[in-house]
Every structure is written in structure tokens, then in C-alpha cells.
């Protein structure tokens, strides 16, 4: 009996070595939500980042975009659920409820990083 129950608690234990903790899922998450990072516009921790620039009036313009490191979570869970016009650059991810509330917290931490 003794050795059954050994068995058991070695195999889950390394059955358990596969799953990614929740700091490796908030990275992947915001790294590679569905296909379309928000790093590669909000860059690795979310602060305010220049995207390109375009030309209005015959002057360079830098198109910004904007910190969302201190957003409150429903500004932040707005910007992600709301219907996008079509002059909105930014995606429609679809995340859950759960994955939301993962992202929003996984950028929050930069900012409190940097206190």
C-alpha cells in the first residue's frame, strides 16, 4: 500500500512539472494573446510607447501610443471589450473574463515597479 501511494504522489509530482505558473501565463498572455501581441505595441511593460509617425499639416507627427499602466481596470477592461471602429488600430482579442483580469494584473505590476 505503502509503495502504491509513493507511486502516486512521485507521478503527480512530475506530472505537475509541465504546468507554467501564473507569472509564465500573464507573460505568454501578453505576449501572444490570439496571435497579435500587445507587446509589440504597448511594449514589454505597457508604458507609453511611439508606434511611427505620420505626416499632418507637412510636419512629422509621432503616433503615440498611450501608458496603460495606470489605467483602472474598467477603463482597461473597456478598452478591451468595447467594438472597434474602423480607424481603431487596436484589436478585438476576445479574452475572457479571467484572461482580462491576468493581463490587467501582469501590467500592473510595472508600475508598481518602478515606485
Do not use: W
Not at 507587446?39 to 498611450?66: F, M
Not at 476576445?94 to 505590476?109: A, C, F, G, H, W
Amino acid at each position: 500500500m505503502k509503495i502504491v501511494l509513493i507511486s502516486f504522489l512521485l507521478s503527480i509530482k512530475l506530472l505537475s512539472a509541465d504546468f507554467i505558473t501564473l507569472k509564465e501565463y500573464s507573460k505568454m498572455l501578453y505576449e501572444n494573446p490570439r496571435g497579435i501581441s500587445c507587446k509589440e505595441c504597448h511594449g514589454i511593460d505597457g508604458s507609453e510607447q511611439i508606434l511611427g509617425y505620420y505626416i499632418k499639416n507637412g510636419v512629422k507627427t509621432a503616433y503615440k501610443v498611450p501608458n496603460i499602466q495606470n489605467l483602472s481596470f474598467e477603463a482597461f477592461k473597456n478598452s478591451l471589450n468595447q467594438n472597434k471602429n474602423t480607424k481603431s488600430i487596436m484589436p478585438n482579442y476576445s479574452l475572457t473574463p479571467d484572461e482580462v483580469m491576468t493581463l490587467y494584473n501582469y501590467i500592473k505590476q510595472f508600475s508598481k515597479e518602478e515606485k
